[in-house]
């Protein structure tokens, strides 16, 4: 099969995958409320399109992706269909750094996974116009025979957007951690040295894999070990202790604060859990195979299996309902706490009016985590060139903020500088003659 040939036959298996989306009895009505909810059920033809790809591939109805309910409508489909079907559900979006405009493609380099990629434009490239390297891409890929193709560019952003651009890759590795590292194995190898390493630390700094406090405490905790994994400094005993607290009662309920957006997310996460207005318990809990996790509520929820009186503790089925449901907290926790706690599955099943057994439980919530691995999204930022140079960035923010006002006068060219970056002044500050 030529070039050409098998550019076609992508496209037309994506033409069907799109007629498939509005015209199939079940599908049809999921996607025109999915349309509603975004305000865009009476879009032009080609807006249409630009919604029709990310539904496609991020919507799941009865547990099945798009393609799998294609695929089941569709039993006649040619082998060569049915090898693209099996590379697009393989598709991811990113954040890419254009390198090189090719007469075919791009040259792509992926703010998240680090990594360059040669790709291959389904369309005349005479539709990229205005295109240029050094520009940033939302981009939707996927393989295909040891070759990548794009699959859509959903937004251009300026060099000078940089800013925007990282904060967007750093909430795409938040969001799903694994698009870090799946696809380069350096990276993989990077990460999971990492989280043995800190496992360590962390036992040593705490003599537990697992502490209990409340908002209001958990960001100096995780301060004192960061400092601990970053420059060996062991904290205090002591001061470990005095930032050990626990809630007065233990309750379930929602935090307005954690409803960030992709445009303040940073700024939230640097302000911290003590910023929050409400108080509630956090559990810091590191795992020894995927890495650190601070899970709110915590304490409440295992509350809920150790009281006789579980019913008494606020919110408590919505609680077991967010720790299950919620993809950041992975299989391995919740076996934990079910190996913890003998009475776990008989009362969750009491809490939920199920039947599961444990295994069958963590097959319908947990089934990404049982299948791969997924390292926690803090372990794989503290791998991550893009949020060392966010954090750089910010910093720099922050310490050109603070030089405002600050009187340098009796200040030795030898000293720490005044301004907060922990250089001597000579090295920092100091007027350069």
Known sequence: MSVIEKLAVISDTITKLMNFVITDDIVKPDFDEYLTTLSARNTDKSRLQALIIPYIFERRLTKKTIIELFKEKNPSLTNEEEEILKSLSQSFS??????????????????VNEKLYKVLSLVKMNNFRGITPGQYALCRIFPMRDEFYLLEISNVLSSINKEEVYKYAIAKIIEKPEDAYEQNPKKYEQIEKLVKDFGKKFHECFDNNVVITTNLYADNLINLYNVYCDEGVMPDKSEIEAN?????????????????????????????????????????????????????????????????DYKEIQGYKDCVKNFLENDKVPANIIKNIATKYQNFIQRTNEILNTNYTLDELLNYYKSDSLEKKIFSSASVLYASK???????????????????????????????????SGKKYKNCCMPKE
Not at 94 to 111: A, C, D, T
Not at 260 to 281: A, P, Q, R
Not at 398 to 411: L, N, P, Q, R
Request: glycine content about 6%; proline content about 2%.
């Open 94 to 111: 990113s954040v890419f750094e254009i390198k090189r405009v090719l007469s075919n493609g791009f040259e792509l380099y992926n703010l």
């Open 244 to 308: 050990i607290k626990e809630v007065e009662h233990n309750r379930y309920f929602t935090v307005s604060d954690f409803k960030n957006s992709y445009s303040n997310f940073m700024e939230k996460s640097l302000e911290g859990f003590s910023s929050h207005s409400s108080i509630y318990d956090i559990g810091i809990i590191y795992d020894e195979e995927l890495g650190l996790f601070v899970l709110p509520f915590y304490q409440t929820f295992c509350k809920i299996y150790e009281a006789d």
């Open 386 to 420: 893009i949020f060392e140079q966010m954090m750089n960035f910010v910093n720099t923010k922050e310490a050109t903020k603070a030089k405002e006002g600050i009187d340098y006068s009796h200040v030795g060219r030898n000293d720490k500088c005044p301004c907060g």
